[in-house]
C-alpha cells in the first residue's frame, strides 16, 4: 500500500514570496490533515479536512495560508506571502476515517526555509 | 485546552537496555486517546502505540508498552530490548473523544539516542 506523498520535500524561498505544497493521501482516506511542526516543537494541525470540506481550519492564519482539497482526493496548502517564522515542515497525513482513534498516517514532509 | 508535557527533550539508552520516555497531559475530559508517534531521522512520523483512557489494561505492542495512570494524567512509553532503529524524536499526543472533529495535540517530543 502506497503512504501519504508529499512534493517538494524541500524548498527555499524569500520573505514575501509564495509557496505551495502537494499531498496526495493513501487511497481511500477521507480524512486529510496539513500539520506545522517548527524545529524544537511538536507538530501543530493547520487545518483538517473531510473529504472536500473543511472540518477545522481554527488555526490557519488565513490572511496568508490557504488550502484546498478538491474532488477529495489530492490538497495543497499555499502560503502567501512567506514570512520568516513561516519556516518549518509542514506535515501532511491522512485517515481513513473520522473518529477519534482512527491511526493517521503521516508524509515525510516539506521543509520550508525562508530566507 | 488540553496540552501535552515532555520534560526529557533528550534521552540516551545502550542497545539492548529499557528506557522509560515520560509525558504528562492536562485534561478536564473523561473520555480520550492518547498515542506515542516516532519520528525517524527521514522525518516520517509513524505511530507507535495508543491508549484508550476508558481501558484500564495498559497498551502494548511488541516491546513497547505504555504506563498510563489517568489520575495522575501520566503517560510513559518503555522500550524494552532498545534497538539502533529505535532512535528517534517521541512524541505523546493527546486527542479528545468525539465526532472526530478534535486535533491531535503533541507534545514537544523526547530525542532517544541509542547507543551501540
Known amino acids: 500500500e502506497a503512504g501519504v506523498a508529499q512534493s517538494p520535500r524541500y524548498k527555499i524561498i524569500e520573505k514575501r514570496q509564495s509557496v505551495a505544497f502537494w499531498c496526495n493521501p493513501i487511497?481511500?482516506?477521507?480524512?486529510l490533515y496539513w500539520y506545522q511542526q517548527i524545529l524544537g516543537q511538536g507538530p501543530k494541525l493547520l487545518i483538517q479536512?473531510?473529504?472536500?470540506?473543511?472540518?477545522?481550519d481554527s488555526q490557519l492564519p488565513k490572511d496568508r495560508f490557504s488550502a484546498e482539497r478538491l474532488k477529495g482526493v489530492d490538497s495543497t496548502l499555499k502560503i502567501q506571502p512567506a514570512k520568516l517564522e513561516d519556516s518549518a515542515v509542514y506535515l501532511c497525513?491522512?485517515?481513513?476515517?473520522?473518529?477519534?482513534?482512527?491511526?493517521?498516517?503521516f508524509g515525510p514532509g516539506t521543509r520550508l526555509t525562508v530566507l | 485546552a488540553q496540552t501535552v508535557t515532555q520534560s526529557q527533550p533528550e534521552m540516551s539508552v545502550q542497545e539492548a537496555e529499557t528506557v522509560t520516555l515520560s509525558c504528562t497531559y492536562d485534561?478536564?475530559?473523561?473520555?480520550?486517546?492518547l498515542f506515542w508517534y516516532k519520528q525517524p531521522p527521514s522525518r516520517q512520523m509513524i505511530l507507535v502505540i495508543r491508549?484508550?483512557?476508558?481501558?484500564?489494561q495498559n497498551a502494548t505492542e511488541n516491546r513497547f508498552s505504555v504506563n498510563f495512570q489517568k489520575a495522575a494524567k501520566s503517560f510513559s512509553l518503555k522500550i524494552s530490548d532498545s534497538q539502533l532503529g529505535d532512535a528517534a524524536m517521541y512524541f505523546c499526543?493527546?486527542?479528545?473523544?468525539?465526532?472526530?472533529?478534535?486535533?491531535?495535540?503533541f507534545g514537544k517530543g523526547t530525542r532517544l539516542s541509542v547507543i551501540a
Open positions: 485534561t478536564s475530559e473523561s473520555d480520550y486517546y
Open positions: 491508549q484508550e483512557a476508558y481501558k484500564q
Open positions: 487511497s481511500g482516506h477521507a480524512t
Open positions: 497525513a491522512s485517515s481513513l476515517v473520522l473518529t477519534g482513534t482512527d491511526t493517521q498516517y
Open positions: 499526543a493527546y486527542r479528545s473523544e468525539g465526532s472526530g472533529n478534535t486535533p491531535l495535540v
Open positions: 479536512f473531510q473529504n472536500n470540506g473543511v472540518v477545522d
